[in-house]
């Protein structure tokens, strides 16, 4: 009996961070934490639900845009807003002067990655619609098709590498930022027009290595709210505040775009990269002092998660920190893990 005793106290002071004793190299939190016969630990977890429905906010990339600083102007916001904005170092890109081909329904043009140190040149292959009689580079970066009219297609390096190559374009995030205004009538395009980091950046990237320089990305989030029910073990409040806090969250006003969740998305994704150039938020988010998203602890949402799709724009993206996949969005829980359990723990 006294062994029984002792192997179930050895059982209950397994803490959730230690390796799993079953022998699977995961921590214990992320194994069998839940299983019987760890009688300790096993309900939801080791901790258990703060209510029955739990809310988190999920935003996630609905356009992207990969343009130079210089072409900023060009980009149609007519459509999209841009609220959200990454400066990235990448490998400077430009034309192989006279790789062009011109064929019947494509043309074959080079691009080069680096300046002095070139590591490696691409051939890329661009399908015609219609028919052009010369062409021209007006610099190494930009490539005219004439029509014979006196017109033509230009072609930016950087956007027709992002279009046809069959390589992911490798986007270091260094700074990222935001702008929204009252009503959200500031967008990133303007708040990048006359921005002090944007230009120390460039001239760093210059004067660092003439084989890199900058590119923006240009983002647009769309918000949804995520709800997980769980009531299979039991939860911390009562039936009756469950379901006041769900009314309460499904009665808020409707999930669009406005300064808090920019806020958050800017937030989370600051510090879940913490690009060298910033600074608020590296260390310290999420945090129920900071006042631009206490919308969502005073609505006592779960956990707030963020989602990126770099592929459409040909990118990947990563910091000096860490690297993403874009099939495991950023999670961030709003209140400690060993107070409130999370709502993503299946």
Known sequence: MLEKDKERGEKMSIRRNEICPCGSGKKFKNCCINDPKYNATQLNN?????????FALHTYSSQVTLVYPKMLETVDVSKHAYHIYMINKIKRLSYVQDSIKVLDTYIEVQIKHGATSIDKIETITVPLNEKFVGYEFESDKLLLLKDGYGGGVKLDV?????????????????????????????????RLKSHETLQK??????????NFE??????????????????????????DEDRQHMQKVLSAPPLIIDNQIINVTEAALI??????????????????????????????????TVELDPSCVNIKIHSEHTGYNQFSPVKYLLSSEEKRQSMFVF
């Open 271 to 304: 510090n879940y990269f913490k690009p060298k150039y910033n600074v608020d938020f590296v260390n310290n988010f999420p945090d129920v002092k900071h006042k631009g998203y206490t919308f969502y602890y005073n609505y006592d949402y779960n956990g707030i």
């Open 46 to 54: 080791g901790i258990p639900r703060k209510y029955m429905s739990e």
């Open 201 to 210: 950046v460039m001239a760093d990237i210059l004067y660092d290595d003439i």
């Open 158 to 190: 950087l956007w027709l590498y992002s279009k046809y190559s069959r390589k992911s374009l490798e986007c270091e995030i260094i700074y990222i930022g935001q702008s929204y205004g009252k009503m959200g009538d500031r967008d990133a395009l303007k």
């Open 214 to 239: 900058i590119a923006i990305t240009l983002w647009e989030f769309t918000p949804r709210l995520l709800h997980s029910i769980d009531g299979r073990n039991g939860y911390q409040v009562t039936e």
